[in-house]
T-cell receptor
Framework: GIQVEQSPPDLILQEGANSTLRCNFS?????LQWFHQNPWGQLINLFY???GTKQNGRLSATTVATERYSLLYISSSQTTDSGVYFC???????????FGTGTRLKVLA | DAGVTQSPTHLIKTRGQQVTLRCSPK?????VSWYQQALGQGPQFIFQ???????QRGNFPDRFSGHQFPNYSSELNVNALLLGDSALYLC??????????????FGPGTRLTVT
């Protein structure tokens, strides 16, 4: 089945710093989602981005489906950005979403 | 616009017991998926319900079963609970259409502890 790997696994930043999170997937996909899981466990939708680039405030994402990766950019990070970031893709030809290994981000004040 | 809701928030059960978790999808959505998230892991797909039928299933035993009602809400049932079933159970809803699967929205989860 499809493998989804994220890097880095852990990231510590000072408030105000920028970062790039990466999601690699082993097979072609027809959509991809990025989520932020807050300390209470809530998964918050960041982007639904099968291909191309999208921006939402300080966050932006790019998916290059032909090369099987997606990037999430966080600019001017804030302490509220702390948590775990997941990418998720549907297993080919199915409705089953596979989540990546996650990136645990901690932003220090 | 109501988001995805789940109940209860927390639950403590004993090994061997049975549990039922509930989920109401986001307004306008017709598809519900359930996920199990163990501590420190990513969510694992259990199954998906559409048109009141299980459409897709992950690698979970038959002890895990579900149901979808005509109003699109859903239940997850787990029988003969094991200690390893302790986890955060997440419900996600989406709108089915041609060319899916579409964007999923998650509820706050039910934290199940089995003692």
């Amino acid at each position: 089945g499809i493998q989804v790997e994220q890097s880095p696994p852990d990231l510590i930043l000072q408030e105000g710093a920028n970062s790039t999170l990466r999601c690699n997937f082993s097979d072609s996909v027809n959509n991809l989602q990025w989520f932020h899981q807050n300390p209470w466990g809530q998964l918050i939708n960041l982007f639904y981005i099968p291909s191309g680039t999208k921006q939402n405030g300080r966050l932006s994402a790019t998916t290059v489906a032909t090369e099987r990766y997606s990037l999430l950019y966080i600019s001017s990070s804030q302490t509220t950005d702390s948590g775990v970031y997941f990418c998720a893709v549907p297993r080919g030809g199915t409705y089953k979403y596979i989540f990546g290994t996650g990136t645990r981000l901690k932003v220090l004040a | 616009d109501a988001g995805v809701t789940q109940s209860p928030t927390h639950l403590i059960k004993t090994r061997g017991q049975q549990v039922t978790l509930r989920c109401s999808p986001k307004s306008g959505h017709d598809t519900v998926s359930w996920y199990q998230q163990a501590l420190g892991q990513g969510p694992q797909f259990i199954f998906q319900y559409y048109e009141e039928e299980e459409r897709q299933r992950g690698n979970f035993p038959d002890r895990f079963s579900g149901h979808q009602f005509p109003n699109y809400s859903s239940e997850l049932n787990v029988n003969a609970l094991l200690l390893g079933d302790s986890a955060l159970y997440l419900c996600a809803s989406s709108l089915q259409g041609q060319g899916g699967p579409y964007e999923q929205y998650f509820g706050p989860g039910t934290r199940l502890t089995v003692t």
